[in-house]
């Protein structure tokens, strides 16, 4: 019975499984072939890929100057896994070289691939600015202004600006006025009324400038600059160059060939000692490249063994301003200095007449080893100025008043007092009074008494003409061409015609924001020193 039993079970369940794989016969198992790549994009920097599914293609475009060369990508799939050529892509990890189109192959579960061709393209680059902008033929210097989308520039009085060739600098593919295109240092235009300049990228846009050039006005001030902090105590210029003393802070060098635009090319700085300048650097003058500079020792005692005497002119060849080379000195100290060929002369006072009140007459043929030629005691020494073989000083010191001092100097080895004259004058308050020369005429800047105005004609019996109080209080004072510039304690500095140099005629004023000190003037150009600050104009 039981052997019945068990035979029957066993057969209910040989049914039951042939039963169940009879079922399995009539299912599908399905294996993904999805393979598409569904966002792609770069991270540094970043750029978002455009997707065409149909043509399989992603395209993205990185900014101008990107090194695609090693650039990670970072991609979703929908298939197993990507790769290029055979390795495999990790996103945000595996970098390419996209210098070329690269192919990313997606794998789907059952093994059926798709392949993306991938372009990376570097954008063209989209400046377009000028970053520089000059006028060959007068060195005159355009103000570019990015924000207005305008360039000025001032050239000299009586530039003819009909056919002015522009030196340019930028950073676009192209520059066209109108339809020509425009070659820099070569294409002129006429700058009459303004004119547009436009400027294309590589990627083919393009800003346009709009140039205004403006001609200086003489006789007014066209830029003013200031480059220490010390009162300025002389200036003069040489080769398109300013040299300006600042006196403990040393002598600056300014470019002045664009005179709108004054800029710092050099400085003379005095050796130092415990970060302390050894001198105060107070007077300047040039001789082709060759600066003869006046100093005067701040140091008292702890460095009179190796600074002798009261003071030293310094010699220093500026060929390049950027790098002043000291070449040598004399000890001997300068109240005036006056350049002519190879002979320097120089002024010096002190309380003792007998000591250093002399005229003396240094050869710098050889800079390197300069020397004292000759020197002449003077009753008194102080500003000075050359006509001929003939020196004039004019002082005001505390043992000689009111003084006019003529020297023969046509022998450079004997020089010699013809005259000293202390009636003349009416000098008031004004040590070393400046002093200028035309034709046969002193004209002397004498404080609160105005000018002085002497016949030079005879060197033995020069003789005051007569005193313009009109122009007091003078405290500077230059000649030019067939013009007196002088300087007063208010902001207006005073042009004389001198046709009749015995009776200068008032002709134009320059105004300043303060009372200048200085007047220096050369070349058809000149600057007024108002305590710091320089004011440069054309005459």
Known sequence: MVNKFNAMLSFLLLVSVLSSCGAGTNRTVTISDAKTI?????????????????????????????????????????????????????????????????????????????AYTVTVTVALNTAKAITGFSFTSCASTGSINESAMSIDVMVPPGTDVTGLIVTFIMDGVSVKVGSTTQVSSITPNDFTSPVQYRVFAADGSSIAYTVHVNVAEKWKIISSVSFGTEPISKVTFSNEK???AYGNEGIRILDISDLSHPLLAGSINSPTTLGAPDFSLYDIIISDNIAC???????????????????????????????????????????DMYVDGQY?????????????????????????????????????????????????????DLTHFNEIIVVDVSNPANPTVITSNDTILNIFNVAHAPLALFNSFAYVADGTYGVDILDISSANTPTTITTISDFAPATGIAVAGDYLFV?????????????TPQTPAPF???????????????????????SIKLNFFYY
Not at 305 to 323: H, K, L, T
Not at 487 to 499: F, G, R
Not at 508 to 530: L, P, R, S, W, Y
């Open 38 to 114: 569904t966002s792609f994009s770069i991270t540094n920097p970043t750029a978002t890929g455009t997707i065409d599914e149909n043509a399989k293609t992603i395209s993205v475009t990185v900014l101008y100057a990107t090194n695609v060369t090693a650039t990670v990508t970072n991609f979703t799939t929908t298939g197993v896994n990507v790769k290029v050529g055979g390795t495999l892509q990790v996103s945000g990890t595996t970098p390419n070289d996209f210098t070329n189109p690269v192919v990313y192959t997606v794998t789907a579960a059952d093994g059926t691939t798709t």
């Open 242 to 244: 300013a040299y300006v």
């Open 293 to 335: 500079v006046a100093a005067y020792p701040n140091c008292f005692g702890w460095c009179t063994s190796q600074y002798p005497g009261p003071g030293v002119i310094r010699f220093y060849n500026v060929e390049n301003p950027a790098d002043p080379i000291y070449l040598s000195s004399v000890q001997i100290g300068a109240a």
């Open 344 to 396: 320097l002369y120089a002024t010096w006072t002190d309380a003792d007449p007998d000591l250093t009140n002399r005229l003396y007459v240094i050869d710098f043929s050889d800079p390197v080893n300069p020397f004292i030629k000759s020197s002449v005691q003077i009753p008194g020494a102080g500003r000075l100025a050359k006509n001929g073989y003939l020196i004039y000083v004019s002082t005001n």
């Open 487 to 499: 300087t007063h304690d208010s902001n207006t500095t005073d042009i004389y015609d001198l046709q």
């Open 508 to 530: 134009k004023q320059i105004t300043t924001d303060a009372g200048g000190n200085i007047v220096f003037v050369g070349d058809g150009h000149g600057v007024i020193a108002e």
